[in-house]
């Protein structure tokens, strides 16, 4: 479980679209920002900055599992200054 904490939120795979992305964050209610996105022809890796409240890591990962495109799901600890 998470609380009020800032993290990076990096989601690889094929062909990932931001809008589903941004939907699993807005069922959430999480704020969010994204941040990066790196792209070739057939694989996709987005970072967002998020904002975690009370949110169960696992229910909110496996969410994102739900896509067929997506292969690997990482939440990194964030302070917003670089500093991983």
Not at 61 to 79: A, D, K, P, Q, R
Request: proline share 1%; hydrophobic share 30%; glycine share 4%.
């Amino acid at each position: 479980m998470y609380k009020d904490y800032s993290y990076l939120l990096v989601v690889k795979g094929n062909n990932i679209k931001c809008d589903e992305i941004n939907s699993i964050l807005n069922q959430y209610k999480l704020p969010f920002k994204l941040r990066m996105r790196n792209t070739t022809k057939l694989y996709s890796e987005l970072t967002y900055e998020i904002t975690l409240k009370k949110v169960n890591a696992d229910n909110l990962t496996e969410h994102f599992y739900t896509l067929e495109n997506i292969s690997e799901v990482h939440i990194i600890s964030y302070n917003g200054e670089g500093n991983i």
